[in-house]
């Protein structure tokens, strides 16, 4: 059973009965209590990754009357526990923090009433904070007692709570954000990655709307010229199919892709029998749809899982590894973040205040050390102190230039040598706004340095979107993020439908 599953039983309309002896039980099963305990206003602990535990940051609890499994003590992590850090933690608590109310302790009247609202709620995380921020204004105690309410009343381990809400609460300061409007969106992002709600309904319409305005200058291209072409009544002939070639073309889709996507669509309206323009929107979504069809993968790592992070220079590549290690930390990973670029000048300064900010492990040496070195002296120490996933920078460089791209191999090659199977996953970062350039990156990359996913960054206010379609369709290289924003929450997942839709102008239809 999934976890959402687990939340949505949580808020059935039927309160849980109170099992016998839930007063001697107390503490050993919070699930099992007649209500939920008054959560204490947690203390802010170290700046450091939240839920560094095992292995599922939020585990299930077994249903009442079973048993709970200890953590077997191979799967736990030696260094660092979690009580430690709520120890270190304690200069940044408040007095109420430090004192929390003793498990068990009735709820108040306001408590009481959020409660009921939550059960009422949709079972959805957007609905959840609707209820728990009613009132708030600003980053003071009234929010961090909300949301531990919330956390507690999804039975999240207290300690994980307090980690969770105190490293939320350093990157405000950082961010030097107080009022709730200046950080309500991360809040929920962050919440949705560490419950493992990224997929529901709210969080594919968030990233729709982001598309969406990503994409605005692209579809002004494409969608216009589609709605004129598709127009009712039109018949289909050879110069509707010239023209729609064209419209894809000048979509920055490119010649090849062009041709390929109307011979698919043409063949569909063959099949279908259509005879008509305006009927051909669906198949064109369709014949999209079936461009980003994803390839099936083994998925399971020898741990760590070591991720290599390539692309040439500008393309936003810092940015995006900082964005991938935040995300994650935010799913409970332990994550060491290597400065594999050796050359560029402040990269590394850069690339550890990033490290910082996420809450990561950091590694590197100094300028024009030997990028292949680094990389296997960091893997030594990412095996030694049990890291979950290694990202490793990697210098910038152009395609074109045979002995930097010889150094990716060697990279690669060291990386194997001291982790079997390392580099788990190669990443190539491309710049949307490159359009058909993109395509020479990939082609080159991919011969010296096997590409397992790509990421978009810049589609945001592009008007050449459509080279994810080009990229997709030629290489067959799947896209796995697209970067739609300079925020750490603005790299999302990439999903077809809502790109599609987006591109075609479909979000209403």
């Known amino acids: 059973m999934g976890f959402f599953s687990s939340i949505r039983n949580l808020f059935r309309d039927e309160p849980k009965p109170e099992s016998p002896g839930a007063a001697e039980t107390q503490g050993s099963h919070p699930g099992e209590s007649a209500a939920p305990q008054a959560p204490p206003l947690p203390a802010e602990p170290a700046y450091s990754p939240p839920f560094q535990t095992t292995t599922d940051p939020w585990p299930l609890l077994p249903p009442p009357g079973e048993a709970v499994q200890e953590t077997p003590p191979a799967l736990r992590q030696p260094e660092d526990p979690l009580p430690a850090k709520i120890e270190q933690a304690a200069p940044f608590a408040s007095e109420q923090a430090k004192t929390p109310p003793a498990q068990g302790s009735p709820l108040t009247p306001e ?16 609905a959840w904070l609707a209820v728990v ?50 950080f309500r969106s991360e809040l929920q992002y962050r919440l949705a990655l560490a419950l493992d709600l990224e997929d529901e309904e709210d969080e594919r319409s968030r990233l729709m709307m982001k598309l969406s305005a990503g994409l605005a200058k692209t579809r002004e291209q494409i969608a216009r010229n589609l709605n004129a072409l598709f127009l009712p009544g039109r018949v289909i002939d050879d110069a509707f199919w010239e023209e729609l070639e064209e419209i894809l073309i000048m979509a920055d889709v490119g010649f090849e892709t062009a041709h390929a996507l109307t011979e698919g669509v043409r063949r569909r309206a063959l099949a279908q029998g259509i005879k008509e323009a305006a009927s051909l929107r669906e198949a064109m979504r369709l014949e999209l749809l079936d461009v980003f069809k994803p390839m099936r993968r ?41 400065a594999g670029d050796t ?16 809450g990561a492990g950091f590694y590197a040496k100094g300028h024009g050390a030997d990028p292949a070195a680094v990389a296997y002296e960091a893997l030594d120490k990412a095996i030694a102190e049990g890291y979950d996933t290694v990202f490793v920078d990697t210098a910038g460089r152009l395609h ?45 990359f991919n011969e010296v340095c096997a590409i397992d996913e790509l990421i978009l960054t810049k589609l945001d206010g592009t008007a050449k979107g459509g080279i994810a379609v080009a990229v997709a369709l030629q290489h067959g290289i799947p896209i796995s993020f697209v970067g739609l924003g300079e925020k750490m929450g603005d790299l999302r997942p990439f999903d077809p439908e809502s790109y599609v839709a987006a591109l075609l102008g479909l979000e209403d239809e």
């Open 111 to 126: 408590q009481t009433a959020m409660a009921l609202a939550l059960r009422e709620a949709e079972p959805r995380l957007s």
């Open 133 to 182: 921020l009613e009132g708030v204004e600003r980053a003071d105690s009234l929010l961090w007692e909300r949301v531990s309410f919330l956390l507690t009343s999804l039975e999240a381990p207290q300690e994980e709570i307090e980690v969770f809400i105190g490293a939320f609460r350093r990157w405000l300061e950082d961010m030097e954000y107080e009022h709730l409007d200046d």
């Open 298 to 338: 083994i998925s399971v790592v020898n741990p760590p899982e070591v991720v290599l992070v390539i692309g040439v220079n500008g393309v936003g590549k810092t940015t995006t590894i900082a964005k991938l290690c935040h995300r994650a930390v935010l799913q409970g990973k332990k994550t060491l973040l290597v």
């Open 343 to 358: 050359f560029r000048a402040a990269a590394t300064e850069q690339l550890e205040i990033w490290a910082h900010r996420a």
């Open 400 to 444: 074109t230039k045979t002995n930097l791209m010889e150094e990716l191999t060697k990279i690669s090659r060291v990386l194997g040598k001291r982790h079997p199977g390392a580099p788990h996953r190669s990443i190539l970062v491309l710049d949307a706004t490159t359009g058909q350039n993109a395509l020479s990156q990939v082609k080159l």
